[in-house]
T-cell receptor
Framework: EAQVTQNPRYLITVTGKKLTVTCSQN?????MSWYRQDPGLGLRQIYY???????DKGDVPEGYKVSRKEKRNFPLILESPSPNQTSLYFC????????????????FGPGTRLTVL | AQKITQTQPGMFVQEKEAVTLDCTYD???????LFWYKQPSSGEMIFLIY??????QNATEGRYSLNFQKARKSANLVISASQLGDSAMYFC???????????FGSGTKLNVKP
């Protein structure tokens, strides 16, 4: 089954304690991205990756790191979490067609609800 | 600047009636794609429909259609014959910049009444 998995699904932590949220896809997609969802703001792109070892910032990268050492995995790292990073996080993957006639449908993971105290 | 605006935080519709969810976008890029996603209370993001900026015809997918008015920069979602299962949050999104960057609106919460 084609899917994007995220772990953990729920996490409560304290300010300053480093954490990693894992994301893995089994569709051999080149593109992956992390989003955060906050009430009234929709989803905002944190980082995205076009391929192994190729990443770039989205709209809200501050306080986050990513790495793409393998095509299937794209972990999100919060080295020193703060309460304003409490949010619902989504990982997504897609195969960009390079052609607007075809939809670059993103496949989303189930989400990780993070609370930073 | 790239921006998606959804001006309806919440809407009600009677079961079996049609409903239109509004979305306007702003971009200076001539090449872009527009998406609608559904997020039920369980939280997952479900792709509904897509429209490319060069598409001449409005996209349709079953009960979903996208009313694309390029000059007005609007991409409204029309759901025909609403069902109780349509109750969810709906997000409009735009893809620009060589298909790497995505921008989402703030969402519209749709409630379908029996």
């Amino acid at each position: 089954e084609a899917q994007v998995t995220q772990n953990p699904r729920y996490l409560i932590t304290v300010t300053g304690k480093k954490l990693t949220v894992t994301c893995s896809q089994n569709m051999n997609h080149e593109y992956m991205s992390w989003y955060r969802q906050d009430p009234g703001l929709g989803l905002r792109q944190i980082y995205y990756s076009m391929n192994v070892e190729v990443t770039d910032k989205g709209d809200v990268p501050e306080g986050y790191k990513v790495s793409r050492k393998e095509k299937r995995n794209f972990p999100l790292i919060l080295e020193s979490p703060s309460p304003n990073q409490t949010s619902l996080y989504f990982c997504a993957s897609w195969e960009a067609s390079g052609n607007l006639l075809f939809t670059d449908t993103q496949y989303f993971g189930p989400g990780t609800r993070l609370t930073v105290l | 600047a790239q921006k998606i605006t959804q001006t309806q935080p919440g809407m009600f519709v009677q079961e079996k009636e049609a409903v239109t969810l509004d979305c306007t976008y702003d971009t200076s890029d001539p090449s872009y794609g527009l998406f609608w996603y559904k997020q039920p209370s369980s939280g997952e993001m479900i792709f509904l429909i897509y429209q490319g900026s060069y598409d001449q015809q409005n996209a349709t997918e079953g009960r979903y259609s996208l009313n694309f008015q390029k000059a007005r920069k609007s991409a409204n979602l029309v759901i025909s014959a609403s069902q109780l299962g349509d109750s969810a949050m709906y997000f409009c999104a735009m893809e620009v910049n060589n298909f790497n960057k995505f921008y989402f609106g703030s969402g519209t919460k749709l409630n379908v009444k029996p």
